[in-house]
């Protein structure tokens, strides 16, 4: 067997002009820990999740430990696509989308980051373009939902260039402790969504359709 026969979702592959997403492999981790030790919050605190803190070690093991729960964790019930995302066939960064009981909510969870090397260049906004239009198209997503913490203003102007509308906060506090503030919300429905100028290609959704039971799948079209 094949490892994309083993781990379904490693048939996927998007693209967009010279962007292109695929599932975070073992082989892509030296890669993003090089990445992620470099910075990517803009300052302290700007994350709900703060794992790139500490030694590169440190951000190497977290980054490393994340990606193989959220691999082992993944079911129809609950999945997380964690996304490499490479320009020119380079890394960039991470773009992610799950989602919870999807066949009756259809809604996804998006987030990302980004190196900070290549923040300001509008890779971010395509990024998230990208997985938008592949989760409403592709996928059958009915709403995309993101969220930023207090004070990460480029994340929020990043979702609102991609179509994204206010939808709510609460008070929350990092994972680790030492931050506590304020998390927005943001709502995307394929009506407001801001498509990228490239077209945008998807091998291999059907494969994770099925693995995913998602009713796009061929099976579920046909019941």
């Not at 693209?15 to 470099?38: H, I, K």
């Not at 030694?55 to 430990?65: G, I, N």
């Not at 394929?190 to 796009?216: H, K, M, Y």
Request: glycine content about 8%; charged content about 25%.
């Amino acid at each position: 067997m094949s490892l994309e026969e083993i781990w379904p979702p490693y048939a996927l592959t998007i693209t967009c002009g010279n962007m292109t997403l695929s599932p975070v492999r073992d082989s892509d981790l030296p890669e993003l820990a090089a990445l992620a030790a470099g910075g990517v919050q803009t300052h302290p605190g700007a994350f709900i999740v703060d794992w790139d803190q500490g030694t590169a070690e440190d951000v190497a093991r977290s980054l490393a430990t994340f990606h193989w729960r959220t691999r082992a964790a993944t079911s129809p019930e609950k999945w997380t696509l964690e996304l490499t995302v490479r320009v020119d066939g380079e890394a960039v960064g991470v773009q992610s989308a799950g989602a919870r009981a999807f066949a009756e909510r259809r809604t996804v969870a998006t987030g990302s980051w980004l190196s900070r090397k290549h923040q300001g260049r509008g890779i971010g906004t395509r990024m998230r373009q990208v997985i938008a239009v592949t989760c409403f198209d592709r996928f059958g997503a009915r709403e995309l939902v993101t969220s930023y913490f207090e004070g990460n203003s480029s994340s929020r102007r990043v979702s609102e260039k991609v179509g994204y509308v206010d939808n709510g906060s609460l008070i929350d506090v990092s994972a680790s402790g030492t931050h506590v503030g304020r998390e927005y919300s943001m709502l995307l429905t394929p009506d407001r969504l801001i498509r990228p100028d490239d077209e945008v290609t998807v091998a291999g959704a059907e494969v994770v359709a099925e693995f995913l039971q998602l009713p796009t799948a061929p099976r579920a079209r046909e019941e």
